[in-house]
């Protein structure tokens, strides 16, 4: 968590993405979908946050929203202590050189039609960053980093497999030196051989340039792997937050537990209680009232379905571990 | 559990499967053998492209032709020959003795018709049920799968219901005809994990209430770990390794079976340095090695697997088998069997 020094590379404050739901004749707005609903954190320098939850818990929308590829509808997004939300498309360009994204489905996130060179210069080309040529060397250098050969710049998306696509769409986000990258589960897509050689790759990258990390994933066996520190979402906001030794170690909210216990063990000896939640995620349209986990959760007590549970520090001051739940009153 | 004695339920032999492509004959099984007893549940597990989806639509005879080809080999249900079988004779086994269900199952469903209307169907063509007792026997159905409510359901479309349920439903259809055989391709890889484990609880009850076998094509360790007995692991068209759960995984032999189990993420109470890996990546099935696939990403590997195609042995119906040249050696204690 933030050390301290105040000024984070990255803070947000109480961030909100709702999108309206339109309907009827008129296509008024009829509800709105809490895709992320007041969600605050900080990420320092060379630190990642990893982010789990299931589908449609906001996870990816928060992650956009903070490249502001979606428009937040409230709340602050610090960089380096200047709020961005709000900046106009021109001065927002410094911020976008600095802040970069890997996306999920390498199928889908590189054109087509241009070569593995055009894709990673691309970013290059748009800054305006360096001569033809010294973006030429750029490319050979960042294919170099990401592991791959020179040979393949004249090469189309087309021919590499999923892995080394993901290498490819990692270069282009590298291309000009991001102090922070937002990674939208960037192996969920990729086979379990080839995944461990991606993850691999993004921890040497941060250990390496000290390029700091919001890492978003459905898994936590992934997320533990890269991350410094882990949020859980569930609903559009955070339910429990704490470093990785602390949440794999000690997990306090019963989702999180929940979701640790549903992971398959591959080892078919491991006896252990599985915490099966019943029923489906609410429809974040129509959010339940309290604690959003109430409807499924295998603790819930009377107060649970009319309070909002307040986010609570159970760490230390140091060493935080906040967690949003009234078992821990 | 089966005993050795017992006929197989399922027998595929020397299946060999063709696509044909843009750029020349693909071979998506090459050879492929195993047998399938009652009641027991066997994972097939592999990446993509190794063939699993493949084998498991052979059995219900739904290769799309063309591109695809059964080019030799064969494959026998309750001793009956399914290669060659008239269309019209595989479907009184196809949802019916034999059912599948899908990874995704919102394309799997159709999405202008009722929950009910798609159910009914099934049971009316191959039980020659009335409409109203097929309903009832529809609704009974969804209640066993731990459907809320399934009076009220069946009269939902697809899209009403989350994803869960839909697999759910897909799983009420396909066990209405009392099947021998489920082929469950990814049943869950659509789901999110809490939605997995409702799932695969479910199927786990369903198989013993129903007395049926059940083929899981998976690429989740983990998945095969919890509900198998036995396992399938295949590398681009080839059976690598069939043997049973304990042994796979306290005691793989093929490489790409231990590499494949060393670099499953998982929690773990230190994290590592750095991950184990398998190197490389998985051939092009239009450029394949003439010896062992697995040759160029092995540790094991030397001058005779990039020569020779090694076969799965021995060729008993119940014991462990492997097909490399260099396997790990088996560790003579284990689990009396």
Known sequence: ?329 | MADNKETPLLSVQNLIIEFATENGVVRATDNISFDIFPNETVGIVGESGCGKTVTGLSILGLIPSPPGRIVGGSIKFMGRELVGLAENEMRKIRGCRISMIFQEPMTALNPVFTVGNQMTDVLMRHHGLTRRQARDSAIEMLAKVGIPAPAKRIDEYPHQLSGGMRQRVMIAMALSCDPKLLIADEPTTALDVTTQAQVLEQISKLQAEFHMAVVLITHDLGVVAETCRRAIVMYCGRIVENTSIEHLFTNPRHPYAKGLLDSIPQIRSRRLEELPIIPGRVPDLLHLPPGCRFAARCPRADELCNEQIPTLSPAGTHADRVACHHPYAAEPAGPAS
């Not at chain 1, 903070?66 to 360009?93: A, K, W």
């Not at chain 1, 490319?139 to 990401?146: N, S």
């Not at chain 1, 792997?225 to 949020?231: F, Y």
């Not at chain 1, 029923?279 to 649970?304: A, E, I, K």
Request: glycine share 8%.
């Open chain 1, 1 to 329: 968590m933030s050390g301290q020094d105040n000024t984070a590379l990255l803070e947000v404050r109480d961030l909100k993405k709702f999108f309206p739901v339109r309907g009827g004749l008129l296509q008024r707005v009829v509800t709105q979908v809490r895709a992320v609903d007041g969600v605050s954190f900080k990420i320092d320098k060379g630190h990642t946050l990893g982010l789990v939850g299931e589908s449609g818990c906001g996870k990816s929308t928060l992650g956009r929203a903070i490249l502001r590829l979606h428009e937040p509808t409230s709340g602050q997004i610090l960089v380096d202590g200047q709020d961005i939300v709000g900046l106009q498309r021109s001065q927002l360009g410094v911020h976008r050189r600095r802040m970069q994204i890997i996306f999920q489905d390498p199928f889908a996130s590189l054109s087509p039609r241009r070569t593995v060179a055009q894709i990673i210069r691309e970013p290059l080309d748009v800054h305006g960053i360096g001569t033809s040529k010294e973006r030429e060397r750029r490319v050979i250098e960042l294919l170099a980093d990401v592991g791959m050969g020179a040979e393949i710049r004249d090469r189309y998306p087309h021919e590499f497999s999923g892995g080394q696509r993901q290498r490819i769409g990692i270069a282009r986000a590298l291309a000009l030196d991001p102090e922070f990258i937002v990674a939208d589960e960037p192996v969920s897509a990729l086979d379990v051989s080839v995944q461990s050689q991606v993850l691999n790759l993004i921890a040497e990258l941060k250990k390496k340039r000290g390029i700091a990390f919001l890492f978003i994933s459905h898994d936590l066996a992934v997320i533990q792997h890269v991350s410094d520190e882990i949020g859980v979402m569930y609903l559009g906001q955070i339910v429990e937050h704490a470093t990785v030794g602390d949440l794999y170690s000690e997990p306090k909210h019963p989702y999180t537990q929940a979701l640790m216990s549903a992971i398959p063990v591959p080892d078919p000896t491991a006896k252990r209680a599985r915490i099966v939640l019943e029923g489906d995620v609410p429809s974040p349209m129509n959010p339940p009232d309290g604690c959003l986990f109430h409807t499924r959760c295998p603790q819930t007590q009377d107060r649970c379905s009319t309070t909002v549970p307040a986010m609570v520090n159970v760490g230390s001051e140091t060493n935080p571990h906040r967690v949003a739940c009234h078992l821990q009153d």
